[in-house]
């Protein structure tokens, strides 16, 4: 009997373990869901004086519109290298901080979609990194984008610094920290925070609360726990 009981707990931790390694793996064959987009944020680093620079009506990271023309028209947000911070290395940078609302798993795909229009004082930024944090003061390092797309100084391109994450990692803020290039300015479109997931059949959902799939694995592994130990009290008292 105590072997049955053994195994029955072995499979119930086995069966335990593997749901919670499941949360963290990314599957992008899953459904994908830019739980950023339609999101508030609050930005740094800005070029008020010139009406096509500016976020216009502050949405212009999370409302989805993505420019791939490359331009400075209304669509864009211009970093200008006179409004941004310094670090200790006395580099240059900005930063915006979105709210997702509440703490979000699965994060999985960060990007920053941005250009290269070295004729006009735009370039790449030199570094874009990604944090996440659950109280919007405490921020973890997620990893540094690398730069996508074909990048050719003579002529201007559209580009995307993108970290796509092995693992994914959890939180409800998300920072983007953007370190100027050689130029000027850096200009930005959109930033998508990306959650692979098997509940949610459409690709965005503006204006709505991700799915949050903690809540399930929390009950499960309530149950789980009150399962195991009732079999536990049962063992004993057959013992
Ligand atoms: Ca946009």
């Given at each position: 009997m105590k072997k049955l009981l053994f195994a029955t707990l072995a499979i119930v931790l086995a069966f335990t373990l593997s749901a919670v390694s499941t949360i963290a793996a990314v599957d992008r064959d899953l459904n994908k869901v830019?739980?950023?987009?339609?999101k508030a944020y609050t930005a740094f680093?800005?070029?008020?004086?010139n009406p096509n620079y500016v976020d216009t009506g502050d949405v212009e990271f999370t409302d989805g519109i993505i420019t791939t023309e490359p331009g400075y028209d209304a669509s864009w947000y211009g970093f200008q290298i006179s409004r941004a911070q310094e670090d200790a290395e006395e580099k240059l940078y900005y930063e915006v901080v979105i709210d997702l609302g509440a703490v979000t798993d699965g994060l999985a795909d960060f990007i920053f979609h941005t250009e290269n229009?070295?004729?006009?004082g735009i370039d790449l930024p030199s570094k874009v990194e990604f944090f996440v944090s659950d109280n919007g003061t405490d921020f973890t390092s997620a990893g540094v984008g690398a730069v996508t797309g074909t990048v050719d100084d003579a002529t201007a391109t559209y580009n995307t610094v993108e970290l796509l994450l092995d693992d994914a990692v959890s939180g409800r803020y998300v920072k983007t920290v953007i370190t100027n290039g050689d130029m000027n300015m850096v200009f930005c479109s959109e930033i998508q925070v990306i959650q692979y997931t098997s509940e949610a059949p459409v690709e965005s959902q503006p204006e709505t609360t991700p799915p949050n799939t903690s809540d399930d694995i929390a009950i499960f592994l309530a149950i789980v726990a009150v399962s195991a130990a009732g079999l536990v009290v049962i063992s004993r008292k057959r013992a």
């Open positions: 830019v739980v950023s987009q339609g680093g800005g070029y008020i004086e229009f070295i004729s006009v």
